[in-house]
């Protein structure tokens, strides 16, 4: 079999793979590694220049070749239109998405001169996969440069609604661009429909018989494969995380309260606003709490040069003062709320020692969080995992409560729900969505869509 190549617009490069660690990276490079392959993407690094090769690093079996972007092209094609536009797009927020041509042309040619740069790198028995919303047009570059080999995408966010699509200038452009892959992924099964309305409603296209789509006279495969983790890595790594000196520094700050935990990117999309106000709520309703649990937020600073980011960082901080100010006590703070990251270590032992999981996105691809959760508990004690229903990681894990994120109040009933919980009960419901971690892990679904992409 021929090697495979990943393309995707960050590559955790050893030396900076800690940054990177999460399942997504570690899945990728098991895949890598069987096959001797390449992976591409850009560096990280803006350069006055635009470079006229990558830089190529061998390590561990596997090439890492990455390329520098000018800042022009970096701000127009990731702060610009992948990241004011198709994020915000995708995640159905239209009062966020700022579209301008010159960011869409920055989009274009970036995607062109990643192609170029490629290129010569690529054998005829190459099979390709190209990840994220940030590469739609990645094949149909590398088909316009020569490129003849099976290419595969797979969108990590979700698919949005065909009426929200159209809003999208150019969205025809995007339609096309992803028709000229052989293989497109989603994460679910309600994306797909969603593409393949699109494909419909948007392109004049079809969906045949056979589950094909066919549309800008190309025939391409198009499916769900929703993404997992490696749920007994997780398990082995959370328990011995307990006896590191930052979780046993911060059980001892806990002195026995109950430990309600959120971990997310901040961002818009992970609902965090709206999961300060059902806490508040939940102290207000349910007053016998107070002192006797916390509310640790890890909420890691990101896309920062996008002005939304920073006024939703601003105004996330203001909320965790209110809150703060309103219901602490002399010797109890109700929440503790921090904008640094963790090693993927710390962060399995933090997921361990939590009662409950507010996982409670507005929209969200999957939410690796949610199953992370799951998967470092401790079997005989399991915490509950509190879901939104428009996490694409409600499809699988229906042991979860599930709480609209909209209503607050439902949130902080759940929250109440998680607290009288019977043990019998979490480990019942624990059980199930393990089993379901197992069998849809990382393993099974990079084989699935490899095995797809043929
Ligand atoms: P993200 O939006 O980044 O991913 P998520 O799926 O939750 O969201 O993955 C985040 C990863 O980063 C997890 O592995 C988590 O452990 C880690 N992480 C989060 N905060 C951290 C912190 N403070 N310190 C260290 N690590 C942290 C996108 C899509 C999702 C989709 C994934 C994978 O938006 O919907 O599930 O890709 O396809």
């Known amino acids: 079999m021929g090697r495979l190549v990943v393309v995707s617009n960050r590559v955790a490069l050893p030396q900076k793979r800690k940054q990177a660690g999460g399942g997504l990276a570690t899945g990728i490079l098991d895949a890598l590694r069987g096959t001797e392959g390449i992976w591409f993407g850009w560096s990280g690094d803006v350069a006055v220049t635009q470079p006229t090769n990558p830089t190529v690093a061998q390590a561990d079996g596997l090439t890492y070749a990455t390329v520098d972007l000018t800042r022009k092209d970096h701000a127009g094609y990731y702060d610009g239109f992948s990241n004011a536009a198709l994020w915000p797009l995708f995640h159905y927020r239209l009062d966020l998405v700022n579209f301008t041509r010159s960011d869409f042309a920055a989009y274009q040619r970036v995607n062109s001169f990643f192609a ?216 109890w703070t109700p929440i503790q709320y921090l904008n640094r990251s963790f090693s993927h270590r710390s962060l399995c032992g933090f997921l361990r020692i939590s009662h409950v999981a507010l996982v409670t996105p507005l929209r969200d ?8 959760y799951v998967a470092a508990q401790d079997p005989s004690e399991p915490g509950v995992l509190i879901l939104s229903p428009f996490a694409g990681a409600a499809h699988e894990l229906d042991g979860a409560i599930i709480a609209n994120p909209y209503d607050p109040d439902a949130v902080a009933e759940a929250l109440q729900a998680a607290m009288q919980m019977p043990l019998e009960e979490r480990r019942e419901r624990w059980q199930a969505m393990m089993e379901t971690l197992r069998r849809n892990n990382i393993t099974a679904w990079r084989e699935n869509f490899l095995g797809a992409l043929g």
Not at 365 to 372: D, F, Q, S, T, Y
């Open 116 to 331: 170029d740069m490629l290129m010569p790198m690529l054998r005829p028995d190459d099979r390709i996969w190209v990840h994220d919303y940030h590469l739609i047009p990645m094949a149909e570059s590398l088909r316009r440069a020569g490129a003849a080999q099976r290419i595969g995408f797979f969108l990590h966010t979700p698919f949005p609604p065909f009426g929200v699509l159209a809003t999208l200038p150019h969205y025809e452009d995007l339609l096309r661009s992803l028709c000229a892959y052989n293989l497109v992924g989603f994460q679910t099964a309600d994306d797909l429909t969603s593409f393949h309305d699109a494909v419909i409603r948007g392109a004049r296209g079809a969906v045949l018989p056979d589950g094909n789509v066919r549309a800008f006279g190309h025939t391409l495969r198009a499916g769900a494969f929703p993404i997992g983790i490696d749920p007994d890595a997780i398990a082995e790594m959370a328990a011995p995380a307990l006896k590191s000196r930052t979780l046993r520094r911060f059980e001892e700050s806990l002195q026995d309260r109950r430990l309600i935990i959120g971990v997310d990117r901040l961002d818009y999309s992970k609902g965090l606003e709206h999961r300060f106000k059902a806490f508040a709520s939940f102290l207000d309703h349910y007053p016998e709490h107070r002192g006797r649990i916390r509310f640790l937020q890890i909420a890691t600073a990101t896309r920062s040069e996008v002005p939304e980011y920073r006024h939703l960082r601003q105004r996330l901080s203001a909320l965790a003062g209110d809150i703060a100010g309103r219901f602490s006590e002399l010797d």
């Open 365 to 372: 691809g999957m939410n690796l969080v949610a199953k992370e």
